[in-house]
């Protein structure tokens, strides 16, 4: 160790000498003086990080008796508060239970009484060397977020589970990055919300470390939040779904304002539960996009919904955007009778119905990854260019009803190479047009050709008289017995293009008629 600061909080004032005694012995250690509370420990602290992250001590040792506040407590709002300072806690019972707890508090190690030099040394080391770690690359690279004149928000709602909610938001706020835009994506689903397992997301900061802090600084957001390779800002909802009860909506409200203070873009995952904090959320949203999808039980809990929130006087109907996911043309409820059952407006874009197109980054939790020729992207993508989120032209996806180059040159090869099977099908199709036409003439032509012959006038010529020219290959047999006369007239089919091919198709039709040269005197 070389300069490692060192604070410590201790109510015994035997450990506390023993603890000093010990930091003095450890090589490069500058212990300061052993502190009685929580209070004062939380000042001192407070009072170094205002004049800079590098007045802040490495390490913080915390004794399991601190009071007012408990141990665990204090170190998790170090965590909180300073996240570039190591904290390693002192106990007489070093069990699982207790490791565990401190971890998951945030220490970065525990140290059983009696205090031994050799475990005290090491865990001291441990934890200085992950703060100074943290310290370079928290220093140069991150600077404080930037203030925006107020950003927009978009609250999404489910109108029950499996709609498809959270994939449309985090895709609405990839959406908002990729146009340029500084973008949080805020988990309000806070018994179940999903958002780290679609994103691949593992970290202990949530919304409810916020729940306490009347002052939510630019400090305490880059603490809570998690910036996702993608580009955006992620608050995510507590992984014990219990501590969802710690975030009110007074909270919530203090959260969202200090959101959209420092962010152009802010999308809720409000989930389809209802809290006191994801009202919040929907009221004070600029757009409340509301899912849903064309079936019967997920629309009547869409209209729910919307009544709830008239009634709660959360948002107004004429104010809720429905969208509908997994649409399909065949569908029997389309998005104008989605309309006109919630009384709200529909958007213009759809999510069409492709499961297959997601179910490999949803197994990956890679939402991310999701292909830009997706037609469920395109058209979340399209719905955020339709609330604002996203210009037209800034989308990596073409927008819905619109083709991109590739498209148009695709669908023009394609139309190219069926070009001649639809000439050969008219062509034979016309073709069975000229045989039926063919069999009408024959027909015609047998009759009066019986009617010339039964009078003893030429059968033939009355035969080829109303043909027209293309019929020109003809064949006329008659024949008299029992006073009657027999006619059967042959005609060949024509061919569309004559001398192209020879279509050797002979049509006959036959007629009979009294002859009356019989009774002639």
């Not at 060397?129 to 609250?155: E, N």
Request: aromatic share 4%; proline share 6%; glycine share 10%.
């Amino acid at each position: 160790m070389n300069g490692v600061r060192i604070l410590s909080g201790t109510p015994d004032p035997d450990t506390a000498r023993a603890l000093t005694g010990l930091l003095h012995q450890l090589p490069g250690a500058e212990p300061g003086p052993a502190l009685p509370d929580s209070t004062t420990l939380l000042d001192v602290l407070a009072r170094a990080a205002d004049t800079g992250i590098d007045e802040l001590p490495e390490a913080v040792v915390v004794h399991d008796r601190i009071s007012p506040m408990p141990a665990l407590e204090v170190i998790r709002e170090i965590a909180l508060r300073f996240p570039a300072v190591g904290v390693v806690l002192l106990t007489a019972d070093p069990s699982p239970a207790v490791l565990s707890g401190a971890m998951d508090a945030g220490a970065r190690g525990v140290v059983a009484l009696p205090l031994s030099y050799d475990e005290l040394g090491a865990r001291i080391e441990a934890a200085a060397g992950w703060a100074v770690g943290v310290r370079r690359h928290l220093s140069p690279q991150q600077a404080a977020l930037p203030a925006v004149p107020g950003g927009t928000m978009v609250a999404v709602a489910g109108a029950k589970g499996g709609v498809g909610t959270t994939v449309i938001a985090v895709q609405l706020a990839l959406a908002a990055q990729a146009a340029g835009k500084s973008t949080a994506l805020v988990d309000l689903d806070l018994q179940g919300g999903d958002i780290a397992s679609y994103l691949d997301v593992q970290f202990r900061r949530s919304v409810a470390d916020l729940a306490d802090i009347p002052d939510v600084t630019t400090r305490v957001l880059q603490d809570a939040m998690y910036v996702h390779e993608a580009g955006p800002a992620l608050l995510l909802a507590p992984g014990d779904g219990e501590r969802g009860e710690e975030v009110t909506d007074r909270s919530a409200r203090h959260v969202l304002h200090a959101l959209r203070q420092r962010y152009e873009v802010v999308v809720v995952d409000c989930g389809t539960q209802m809290t006191a904090a994801n009202a919040v959320a929907v009221e004070t949203a600029e757009t409340a996009v509301l899912v849903t999808t064309p079936d019967v039980v997920a629309v009547r809990a869409a209209k729910r919904m919307v009544r709830m929130w008239d009634r709660l006087q959360i948002r107004k109907p004429q104010d809720v955007l429905v969208t509908v996911n997994r649409h399909t043309r065949g569908s029997e409820i389309q998005p104008s009778l989605v309309a006109r059952i919630t009384g709200t407006k529909v958007s213009a874009a759809v999510v069409p119905a492709a499961f297959r197109e997601l179910q490999a980054v949803v197994d990956a939790g890679r939402l991310q990854d999701l292909d830009n020729r997706s037609t469920v992207k395109q058209g979340v993508w399209a719905l955020a260019a339709e609330v604002g989120l996203s210009g037209a032209g800034s989308a990596l996806v073409p927008r819905r009803g619109r083709r991109t180059r590739g498209d148009q040159g695709q669908v023009a090869l394609e139309t190219l190479g069926m070009t001649p099977l639809i000439l050969l099908v008219l062509i034979l199709v016309w073709q069975a047009v000229l045989a039926g036409y063919t069999f009408t003439l024959a027909g015609h032509a047998a009759d009066q050709a019986a009617r010339a012959a039964a009078v003893g006038k030429d059968a033939r010529a009355a035969a080829v008289d109303d043909l027209p020219g293309a019929w020109d290959q003809v064949t006329v047999d008659s024949g008299k017995a029992d006073g009657m006369v027999d006619v059967t007239v042959g005609l060949k089919v024509p061919v569309l293009f004559p001398g192209a091919v020879d279509f050797p198709l002979w049509v006959h039709g036959h007629a009979s008629a009294v002859d009356e040269e019989v009774d002639a005197p």
